[in-house]
């Protein structure tokens, strides 16, 4: 066999060989630097999903500053007005944020299961697409075209918590990736997961028969070719491991997602989690964000609101699968747009490239509300753009140091800046408080709801709570559809476990029961039958 073939073929078979989710084919990447895992995944259950909402989303219509006069000045034609917008915790919402029968977004802040970071972005920000994707995507502030960014801050992570890769893989993949490969999961080691791409640009190529001639002995690329064949087999491996886990997850899935691309990837990411695969970070995108003409055409229509109502609802729909599977805990999602609109619209119904936007981390694992504040439209910068309050490094540090167990200097050195200001940021929080790997290892106690009795129940039952420290506890609760119900009681309590009857007169039907006390949530389904 000659040296180039062999490469071609062998290569050809690692990378190629797709499995299916839906129709759409889930390769391997290849070589081996491209399927960097993390070897102790069962360590840590956590989830990240990473939502990235490509062309840059207009945050002014999306959350809207409806106390703010200039909104409707230099908006006469897009703007979305006061009494269409959806107010919930004082946060005016587009109103496609709360469509769907799960009430989207809105019914996830009515939860508690959402953050709204507002006025998000960074200093001297890029108005190129690619750049500025790949500044967010990175964690690196560096607009110099001719320095190239090709790590991504996640990578990074994984790179230093892992530093025996490649030389051990778990059974499962580390990451996985919906249409292309993120610069998110770079490392300079390479890939650090499997992707999922379009069936019209994938060639699927079957098992080949290649094998080494007699005259291979000895040859100096004996190795090359056992080191690339059993990157194939661990290919096929994990294509199988996959397969396993999104077809014993997707019979478990009760959410209604939509029938548009987006709504696919989150139902396949729920699948996968419900199916037991222990991947670690999802990555899903959305595109169409970049709205220069007709981006509202009315309150709720145009491409900007369809793109809205399509995220909301699948966002709103896979958390509603996670909370009722009992694996809300495990996962938090953010999104990520390179940057946001201009204040002003353009003439023809839509605006062009502009600076801070708003970012949303979702979750059970969240301190739902509103973070920062949006952007004074008085005070613009020297370019007409509106000037930002939150660093989006402060998200990923907090991500970093709460879900990754991350110390904070160790974060911060994930996020090398060259005018060296990230030493001096905070993280955000809008994650709550984690316990550590060891500590649950070590069973110290966290808020949790040990059950209800009856259950089912008809008007009364008793709920019994583990409180791990004195202090206030609310206990909410909610159609599993994520409309709030109402709040059951607010009041402090002692340490220790609690049981607390409750009149909670309901249609019959399922429920979800919400708990929370300093920084620590829990959540329980309960039946009621009449």
Not at 146 to 157: A, E, H, K
């Amino acid at each position: 066999m000659k040296r180039r073939t062999f490469i071609k073929s062998a290569l050809a078979t690692a990378a190629a060989t797709p499995f299916f989710l839906e129709g759409m084919p889930v390769n391997a990447s290849t070589p081996l630097k491209y399927l960097a895992q993390m070897p102790e995944a069962n360590l840590n259950d956590r989830i990240l999903i990473i939502c990235q909402l490509f062309g840059g989303n207009d945050g002014l219509n999306t959350i809207i500053p409806v106390n703010d006069p200039a909104y409707y000045t230099i908006r006469p034609n897009i703007a979305i007005p006061k009494d269409k917008t959806v107010q919930y915790a004082g946060i005016n919402f587009a109103p496609n944020l709360s469509y769907g029968d799960k009430g989207g977004l809105v019914g996830l802040l009515q939860q508690g299961s959402l953050a709204v970071v507002q006025g998000i972005g960074y200093p001297h920000p890029n108005l190129s697409h690619f750049r500025s994707t790949d500044i967010w995507l990175s964690g690196i502030n560096n607009s110099d075209a001719n320095s190239r960014l090709d790590t991504g801050w996640v990578g990074r992570y994984l790179e230093q918590k892992y530093p025996n890769f490649p030389a051990s893989l778990p059974d499962d993949p580390l990451a996985i990736q919906f249409g292309g490969f993120s610069l998110a999961l770079q490392s300079s080691k390479g890939r650090m997961g499997i992707e999922v791409t379009n069936p019209s640009n994938q060639a699927g190529v079957g098992s080949s028969a290649d094998a080494l001639d007699d005259e291979s002995k000895d040859t100096s690329y004996l190795n090359e070719y056992n080191f690339v064949a059993d990157i194939a087999a661990r290919s096929n491996k994990y294509a199988q491991r996959v397969q396993d886990a999104y077809k014993a997850g997707k019979v478990k899935l009760s959410g209604k997602y939509g029938s548009d691309g987006f709504a696919g990837q989150m139902a396949n990411c729920a699948a996968l989690i419900a199916g037991g695969l222990n991947t670690k970070v999802y990555v899903v995108s959305l595109g169409g964000f970049d709205n220069h003409v007709t981006q509202n055409t009315s309150f709720d229509g145009g491409t900007h609101p369809s793109l809205l109502t399509q995220f909301s609802d699948a966002v709103a729909q896979f958390m509603y699968d996670m909370v009722k599977l009992n694996m809300g805990d495990r996962v938090i999602g953010l999104t990520v747009s390179e940057f946001g609109r201009r204040p002003y619209e353009n003439g023809s119904f839509g605006t062009d490239h502009g600076t801070s936007s708003v970012q949303f981390v979702f979750g059970t694992q969240v301190n739902s509300g509103a973070f920062g504040y949006i952007p004074d439209l008085s005070n613009l910068d020297e370019s007409g753009d509106m000037i930002y309050n939150i660093d989006y490094h402060t998200v990923y540090l907090d991500v970093l140091t709460k879900w990754f167990d991350m110390s904070l200097d160790d974060a911060r050195l994930l996020l090398p800046d060259p005018k060296k200001y990230a030493p001096n940021l905070d993280p955000l929080p809008v994650i709550q408080t984690q316990h550590s790997n060891v500590n649950f290892k070590e069973a110290i106690a966290k808020l949790s709801i040990g059950g209800n009795y009856p259950n089912p129940f008809a008007n009364r039952t008793t709920i019994t709570l583990d409180i791990p420290q004195p202090g206030l506890v609310t206990l909410d609760i909610s159609s599993v559809d994520g409309k709030f119900t109402r709040r059951i009681f607010e009041r402090n309590f002692a340490a220790g476990s609690q049981s607390i009857p409750v009149n909670l007169d309901l249609a019959s039907g399922n429920y979800l029961l919400i708990a929370r006390s300093g920084g620590m949530s829990a959540s329980k389904m309960v039946q009621c039958v009449k």
